[in-house]
């Protein structure tokens, strides 16, 4: 029977269509909303407006990792920086505690909208992050 509690949030892997795989200290799954129109037609009796669905609208992916040797994540801003417009797939898996996949977001259209390396501190010693902005076109979910 599986588990019915919910799960957590350290259990998880990102993937990302032509580059290597890569852990990543965090994921920010973007909010999408659906934007609505208000109208009112003269003949109505009804004073207020009434409201419409219109275009669905999906916020950014954020991607924080440690930074290594691995340059693929600027490259691909680079890329993207540099007027070549490289769309990829991204795929967000959730597992739970024995490993399995139990969700799934699947960011279609993405590309690197922002790249930011955190601070350097001389008297620090945390780990230098790395910071990754996509934006998408949408992001579906999936069990």
Do not use: Q
Not at 61 to 89: A, E, M, P, Q, Y
Not at 133 to 143: A, K, M, S
């Amino acid at each position: 029977m599986p588990d019915e509690a919910p799960y957590r949030n350290f259990n998880f892997h990102v993937l990302i269509d032509g580059l290597p795989e890569t852990g990543f200290r965090e994921v920010v799954l973007p909010a999408t909303r659906i934007e609505f129109v208000e109208y009112r037609v003269g003949s109505d009796p009804f004073s207020g407006t009434r409201k419409l669905p219109a275009r669905a609208v999906t916020g950014s992916v954020v991607l924080r990792r440690g930074i290594d040797h691995d340059l693929s994540l600027w490259n691909w801003f680079k890329t993207v920086r540099d007027g070549n417009l490289d769309r990829r797939d991204v795929a967000i898996v959730l597992v739970d505690t024995e490993r399995t996949e139990v969700r799934r977001w699947n960011v279609s259209g993405a590309w690197p909208v922002a790249y930011e390396p955190s601070a350097l501190h001389a008297h620090g010693n945390e780990v230098v992050i790395e910071t990754l902005e996509l934006g998408c076109e949408r992001v579906d979910v999936e069990i």
